[in-house]
């Protein structure tokens, strides 16, 4: 039998978050589901003891598996990790920093249990300096005016997604993941739940400026063609421009005898243009890149090994495995 609920956490050096994580976790699990569920954490590289702390977790609690990979590699590809290994009805995506309170699975769960396949949630105050506030709020909103797909305001991975949409992601195999434009391209039907999204619990953010903006421009470059669209307007804007001076040059020529002096701005000019033709290049660049990256083929992670996973579901036969049986017993 399958869980109810698979819970996956990518854990990257949150040593100093586990215990707080794992007590209130497991309260808010055992409340709305009994025993139905179980825990997947990846280990994404973790330096800190985080490692050691998650096998001792595994050991002690039947409901946890453990996922170490070989290395880290990022955040995007250890919560798609977890969503392979995950062998519950539906899987909810959470953070290791308690910024995601397990509080609010109660009402996913709700939500999932009313006909919902998608509940995501939304992060309405945010408990973070001005500065990054303001960042996201003005991700958001450009990526939800430029993207080919509806993304909601101010949702982030915090989710939970039924088994359906779950297998409609195992199949998305891109490297780029923005696992929440996935999430709202794949479809099926979905709800948002507001949420007062608190400080981290203790230690460092692991998402430096660098991943966020690498998280961003995954998300403007794997769901729109909006920025190449905006190089070839560029392009145009500024060959017509210097076609109009030019003509313009031509005519004071022509009319007056004396052609403008000076052409201080025509440094200026030229300094404009090949700044234009570089950002193009660098979009178009950033495009191919990326197509670069898919054609390698290259898996999303390597696991260097699991902990939990023989001990239940992974040695019950399927369905199928069960009905081929007993066709063949007669």
């Known amino acids: 039998m399958r869980p109810q609920v698979s819970v996956i956490i990518p854990v990257y050096n949150e040593r100093e978050n586990l215990d707080a ?3 209130r976790l497991n309260a808010a699990l055992q409340e709305c589901l009994d025993e139905s569920f179980e825990v997947v954490f990846v280990d994404d590289g973790s330096r800190d003891g985080s ?9 002690l609690n039947r409901h946890y598996r453990v996922i170490h990979l070989s290395r880290n590699f990022g955040h995007q590809a250890a919560l798609q990790a977890g969503i392979d290994a995950a062998s519950g009805n539906a899987v909810v995506l959470m953070d290791a920093d308690l910024q995601d309170p397990p509080e609010v699975l109660t009402e996913f769960i709700a939500k999932w249990q009313e006909g919902f396949d998608v509940v995501y949630a939304i992060r309405a105050n945010r408990h973070e300096p001005i500065w990054k506030r303001a960042g996201y709020k003005m991700f958001y909103r450009t990526m939800n005016f430029i993207a080919d797909i509806d993304t909601p305001l101010d949702a982030g991975d915090f989710c939970l997604m039924d088994r359906r949409v779950v297998d409609a992601l195992v199949g998305l195999r891109e490297r780029n993941r923005f696992l929440r434009g996935l999430r709202t391209w794949v479809g099926f039907k979905q709800i948002g739940i507001g949420f007062d999204r608190p400080l981290r619990n203790a230690g460092k953010p692991k998402y430096t400026l660098r991943k966020l903006v690498g998280l961003a421009a995954s998300g ?4 729109s063609s909006f920025p190449l669209t ?6 145009l804007f500024t060959a017509v421009s210097g076609f109009g001076v030019a003509v313009w040059a031509a005519v004071e020529k022509l009319t007056r005898h004396d052609a403008p002096q000076g052409w201080t701005s025509t440094i200026a000019i030229l300094l404009i243009v ?4 570089l950002i193009i290049l660098g979009v178009i660049g950033e495009y191919l890149g990326r197509v670069y990256d898919e054609v390698r083929q290259r898996p999303l992670y390597v696991v260097s090994n699991r902990v939990g996973f023989m001990r239940e579901h992974e040695l019950r036969p399927t369905e199928a495995e069960v009905d081929a049986r007993a066709v063949a017993r007669g």
């Open 21 to 23: 994580l794992t007590a």
């Open 51 to 59: 490692s050691e702390m998650l096998d001792e977790l595994a050991a």
């Open 220 to 223: 403007y470059v794997g769901f």
């Open 230 to 235: 905006v190089a070839a307007w560029l392009g």
């Open 274 to 277: 090949s700044g234009i033709q």
